[in-house]
């Protein structure tokens, strides 16, 4: 079970990427028009695929014994462990919490031009940061892992 659900967030970290490019180009190229719905909805969809992907996450990283491993200063020299324990989780859940800024703030403004600039600023920042924290397999520790 745990290698599904290993490889069900593997496969939706393509589904976050691409909500989190479609909404920001959407944003860029209308940002002089009006907020509409169709926007609106693919912030929330983006939100919602983010959160999915955290409690994925959490799973795993209980069940694979990352938490359990959170106390002990060994890992830090090891570089697998020490992105797994610490640097994922620290900026996935950074990026969780630019990209419900992203929806939220949203929710809030009144003018459409405040609008397309949050969903800009705050799902930018997410994809970054989730870009940053992603287990790629050309960064160095990783050559061998592949993409699991």
Do not use: C
């Given at each position: 079970?745990?290698?599904?659900?290993?490889?069900?967030?593997?496969?939706?970290?393509?589904?976050?990427?691409?909500?989190?490019?479609?909404?920001?180009?959407?944003?860029?190229?209308?940002?002089?028009?009006?907020?509409?719905v169709?926007q609106?909805?693919?912030?929330?969809?983006?939100?919602?695929?983010?959160?999915?992907?955290l409690?994925?996450?959490?799973?795993l990283?209980?069940?694979?014994?990352?938490?359990?491993?959170?106390?002990?200063?060994?890992?830090?020299?090891?570089?697998?462990?020490r992105?797994?324990?610490?640097?994922?989780?620290?900026?996935?859940?950074?990026?969780?919490?630019?990209?419900?800024?992203?929806?939220?703030?949203?929710?809030?403004?009144?003018?459409?031009?405040?609008?397309?600039?949050?969903?800009?600023i705050?799902?930018?920042?997410?994809?970054?940061?989730i870009?940053?924290?992603?287990?790629?397999?050309?960064?160095?520790?990783?050559?061998t892992?592949g993409?699991?």
């Open positions: 079970m745990i290698t599904g659900i290993q490889h069900l967030h593997s496969t939706l970290r393509w589904v976050v990427l691409i909500l989190l490019v479609l909404t920001l180009i959407r944003a860029w190229t209308n940002r002089s028009g009006s907020f509409n169709q609106a909805k693919l912030g929330l969809f983006t939100m919602i695929s983010i959160h999915v992907q409690l994925l996450g959490l799973v990283y209980v069940q694979k014994g990352w938490m359990a491993k959170l106390g002990d200063s060994s890992i830090m020299g090891v570089t697998r462990d992105f797994f324990t610490v640097e994922h989780l620290a900026g996935m859940l950074i990026a969780i919490v630019f990209g419900t800024l992203g929806h939220s703030l949203v929710k809030r403004a009144s003018d459409d031009a405040v609008k397309y600039r949050r969903q800009l705050y799902f930018g920042i997410a994809l970054i940061l870009l940053a924290s992603i287990p790629w397999p050309i960064r160095p520790g990783f050559e892992s993409w699991f």
